[in-house]
């Protein structure tokens, strides 16, 4: 039986409801005045229902598409501006007692190499991200007790927090490790963690259970709840995701959005993020083993809907994505990108021969966080090292208000200039820093209030003196 509110996974996600959903999209997709509601609902921000949304991916009219489109963009500039916020994963270990049929950390995997960072490691990979620029990780280690107990992310935690290299820090660690307990999630929030994203791979059971067939990760339903236990915990921005390319994906669309709706229903809060990653070719991973790729043209369709549905949260792509798709992508609603980025453990400090790959998959986008940034320029986003919101306790409900308050323009955008300002003092090429100025001294012109533009303009000078770290 369906229940929003359940702390039961098969209730929240019922699979009855995403089947008759699916359904009932596919009888209504034509339905003009129907669909027109829905977009007009859309348009308003008041978001969508799963239903509602998957009456929109079932369209196939050009004219109706192009209307997602143009929404996906209006909302998206309304809540986020053209700010785009920047981050770097960072790969702890890669020892994995799971059996996942798509990921190449897979126990039974004996060709890649396996690899965990200590310490004084983490510390190397920490400085060489410090010296591109980053401000804000994710930090990614696959489930093994022995090898990665939370311990080791506990420590490896307050070892990131710790380096002050340069003018660098790291000033928000989101984490994406394996489903845990409450307890867990609560030394994860003591250890002052930004974001807990864990992806759920697939919502279909049935499927679920066949691409994990062995290890804790193969436990459904544990695997479901977990952003309950991390609510429960008290982490109150968490991120979800599916793998697109597992399932079809109109079951996991939907299921991404009751789960969603679930969060919000049962918390309060909707997800921080959400994040779309599709399915890519890895060490012994070969994608055409499975049948559900999700091609270009459906995937932007699923990223607007997904935008216009849940207009608040905030949306990521990796660099999985190319270049030419992740260009296209931050047009229909993505508001934070990783640049620079390196899947294999230690890969930040040596990049790793192939004979010696431990990497998680093959990335599309390999270009500098320099290069990223200057593309970014270009494109008229502004790239954003932005941590502000955790660090003043603007999480969970807060962050949401601020977001619903339109004080965005007050706050993130000179939030974004200064952390570009930072960014292009202390690393940037000349090219990209010439462009960033130009774009600095453009858009602080527009900072709505007269008050946060003039100490905006205080903090830009005082960084050119060498002062760091300001914030609104
Ligand atoms: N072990 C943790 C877990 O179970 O959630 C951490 C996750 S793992 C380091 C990060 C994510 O990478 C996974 O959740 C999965 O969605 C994704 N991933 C795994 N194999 C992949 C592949 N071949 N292509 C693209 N993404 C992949």
Redesign the pocket.
Known sequence: MYDIKSQIAEEFISDEEIRDTMEYAKQNSTNKELVKSILQKARECKGLTHREAAILLECDDKEIINEIYEIAREIKHRFYGNRIVMFAPL?LSNY?V?G?V????HLKNKTIRRKKLSQEEIRQEVIALQDMGHKRLAL????HPVENPIEYILESIKTIYSIKHKNGAIRRVNV????TTVENYQKLRDAGIGTYI??Q?TYNKKNYEALHPTGP?SDYAYHTEAMDRAMQGGIDDVGI?V?FGLETYRYDFVGLLMHAEHLEATYGVGPHTISV??????DD?DTSDFKNAVPDDIFFRIVAIIRIAVPYTGMIIST?ESEKSRARLLELGISQISGGSRTSVGGYVEPEPESENSA??DIADHRTLDQVVGWLLDLDHIPSFCTACYREGRTGDRFMSLLKSGQIANCCLPNALITLKEYINDYASPKVKVKAEAMIKRLLTTVPNEKARATAAKYLDAIDKGERDFRF
Request: glycine fraction near 6%.
């Open positions: 790969y994995c799971n996942c798509y990921c190449p950390y990614e280690a696959g489930e994406n490790i394996a489903a864990l992806f791979e990760k995701g793998l990653p599709r399915l890519c070719m890895a991973i999985r998680q998959f």
